[in-house]
């Protein structure tokens, strides 16, 4: 096999064309384990570092590059998840997932005779969403790989099973143990127009200092989660109840009369962007049961707003 600069005139590149056409698919995959883009994109470098290492005669050698490299992130992202529990129990306060803004996924079906039961499926929108990820992040490190390789991607058990190191039987029950966490966490949310209606009568209450108008939205027993990283102030505890949640954003809308709140896609979802003289300071993400807000997650480490800057 030729290297790039090696390839001979009027010859297709099978090594940079092909191969860097999967780096979406790669990145796709590699932010669901992780539930950061930064992290999904260090990935990713490396997988590509680890093919360009090898030998062209190793590369040729190899029948399906794309499997190669699906196969050699997927490792590297658990890996990455078992180190990353020991990072979290020393992250300051609460830790959330990256959000993602409109348009930065880039969904490419994965075409492959494997057969997943639509009941067994989640979608490709659906698993980048602050609430799946959040449940995510409840899983081991292996559970999470079964379930996103077999439910999200359509990998067959086989293939799971060579990426994870377990037995065929081994990852249906870890993938079977994680859709069970995903179904307990489930409820019945409201089609997306009605969401962002709800989103939007928050932004207007919150604009208007109104805390009764708050108080009305939020479920009695919603809770708010501020993620920080210990860059900028956020609460170190989950904030509960819908009282104690309107007067902390009263606070806020006090403390900074001129904070801008826009309504955006947020993870797929119905959302909202903090800015400040211009630049985004926060992201908020939101559950929406019935016509009231269950959750609220806001993602203030500036770290994990890079995508937003150009906003």
Avoid at 21 to 27: G, H, V
Wanted: hydrophobic share 45%; proline share 7%; glycine share 6%.
């Amino acid at each position: 096999m030729t290297t790039p600069s090696e390839t001979e005139p009027g010859q297709p590149d099978p090594g940079l064309s092909a191969l860097m056409s999967e780096r979406r698919q790669l990145i796709n995959l590699a932010y669901r384990l992780l539930g950061s883009l930064a992290d999904a994109e260090d990935v990713v470098q490396e997988t590509y570092a680890r093919w360009y290492a090898m030998s062209p005669e190793q590369q040729e050698a190899i029948e399906t590059p794309a499997a190669w490299l699906m196969k050699v992130a997927s490792r590297i992202c658990l890996d990455v998840l078992r180190s990353a529990r020991a990072r979290r129990e020393r992250y300051v306060g609460e830790w959330l997932p990256e959000p993602l803004p409109e348009n930065t996924e880039w969904i490419t079906e994965r075409s492959s005779g494997a057969t997943v039961d639509p009941a067994d499926r989640v979608t490709l929108d659906e698993s980048i969403s602050m609430a799946f990820l959040v449940v995510l992040e409840s899983m081991t490190p292996a559970e999470r790989v079964a379930f996103i390789l077999h439910d999200v991607f359509r990998y067959p058990f086989g293939e799971v099973a060579e990426i994870v190191g377990r037995t065929q039987a081994a990852c249906r029950q870890l993938a079977s143990s994680a859709r069970r966490r995903i179904r307990e966490s489930q409820v019945p949310t409201p089609p997306t127009a009605r969401q962002a209606d709800v989103i939007r009568a928050f932004k207007l209450a919150w604009e208007a200092r109104d805390i009764e108008a708050l108080i009305s939205i939020l479920d009695p027993d919603a809770t708010a989660i501020g993620d920080g990283g210990g860059l900028v102030r956020a609460e170190p505890q989950p904030i509960a109840g819908a009282e104690r949640i309107a007067r902390f954003y009263l606070d806020r809308a006090v403390e900074m009369p001129q904070l801008k709140l826009i309504e955006r896609t947020v993870s797929g979802q119905p959302g909202l962007v903090a800015q400040l003289g211009g630049v985004t300071i926060a992201v908020l993400a939101f559950d929406v049961v019935g016509d009231r807000i269950k959750r609220i997650w806001a993602v203030l480490n500036p770290d994990k707003l890079r995508a937003w800057s150009t906003d």
